[in-house]
């Protein structure tokens, strides 16, 4: 899945690493405009191997840009909080990023990544974005959007109805609301999915405005486990989300074995949307709570957007 790597991040991380690189070539007058198999095949190695790029992740994402950064030949620096799983850290590592671990939360890997980048001149190729750093976050996004291209190409008549995908962020979530819009006429109803433990886009949505959650944000959907929303994402969702909902970590759980049955191989995150929509096509309450119009003809896309973690 997505050059071995397991995760959809690949399409946005690996993506913005290639962008930084060329823009800091062009701005150093190295090169105007070197293309990732003119970085890939070394030919500005010298000079690439002078740089270094940034991020902080639950897993997926670092996995990516560690993953770039080794292919781009940089150098590279990935900040994970305490509670990532060692397996995932040592995914990350594999591709020869250097790993600093970080007390608290994900969203306080965030602000020590931004804090030692400033200081030490790196890039950052965070999939979050904040007031004044919303470039690169823009670009990983336009990345996601591909494998909504992929499914729209596969889809057979009639269209969806209806689209069901994970939160966290909300960078895949808010990819996701920009391109069906695109790709199907009329727009499926998107609805956003996360976890009850970290639900900081669900908590936006009640709010009427971005809301950052407290809380050890503790859940076993590790990539989903974020208290501060992104604020492209979340520009984008509060106009385009037609719902937005909460599932326990048994649920996704549950829908892991049941695809684990169908030999479908997924992570706890990955399968968040799916386990969304079979909660809510089970309790006719939930769907008229949510007011989504989710009948039995109705017609659903989620995306599987991890495999195996462990």
């Known amino acids: 899945m997505r050059f071995g790597l ?8 690996a993506y913005a690493v290639a962008n930084l690189l060329s823009a800091e070539l062009a701005r150093r007058d190295i090169a105007l405009a070197a293309g990732s198999t003119d970085l890939a095949a070394g030919r500005y190695r010298t000079d690439t191997s002078k740089l270094t790029v940034t991020c902080a992740t639950d897993g997926n994402h670092g996995r990516s840009v560690a993953w770039a950064a080794q292919r781009f030949h940089c150098r590279c620096v990935i900040f994970v909080h305490e509670h990532v799983n060692q397996a995932r850290i040592d995914a990350i590592a594999a591709f020869g990023a250097e790993i600093r671990i970080v007390p608290g939360t ?14 030490e001149g790196w890039m950052i190729a965070s999939d979050t974005s904040w007031p004044g750093y919303t470039e690169v976050p823009r670009d990983i996004m336009q990345g996601y959007r591909i494998m909504v291209d992929e499914a729209a190409d596969q ?3 009639p269209q969806p109805t209806h689209v069901f995908v994970q939160g966290g ?3 895949v979530a808010a990819a996701v609301s920009v391109h069906i819009r695109l790709r199907f006429q009329p727009t499926p109803t998107l609805i956003v999915v996360e976890p009850d433990r970290a639900a900081c886009l669900f908590a936006s949505a009640q709010a009427g405005a971005l809301t950052a959650i407290a809380g050890d944000l503790d859940t076993v959907m590790a990539g989903l486990a974020c ?7 979340w520009d984008e969702l509060a106009r385009g989300a037609g719902a937005f909902m909460t599932i326990p970590d048994e649920a996704s759980l549950e829908t892991m074995r049941l695809l684990e ?9 990955g399968v968040a949307g799916l386990a969304g929509c079979m909660l809510a096509a089970a309790s006719p309450a939930d769907r008229i709570l949510l007011g989504l119009g989710l009948e039995p003809e109705s017609r659903v896309l989620v995306f599987n957007t991890e495999g195996r973690t462990g």
């Open 155 to 157: 889809w057979m008549s």
């Open 106 to 119: 994900y969203d306080d890997a965030v602000r020590e990544a931004s804090r030692q980048a400033d200081a």
């Open 227 to 233: 208290g501060e929303p992104s604020l492209l994402a």
């Open 261 to 269: 049955n169908l030999q479908i191989t997924a992570g706890e995150s």
């Open 169 to 171: 962020v909300g960078g």
């Open 6 to 13: 397991g995760s959809f991040k690949a399409l946005g991380g």
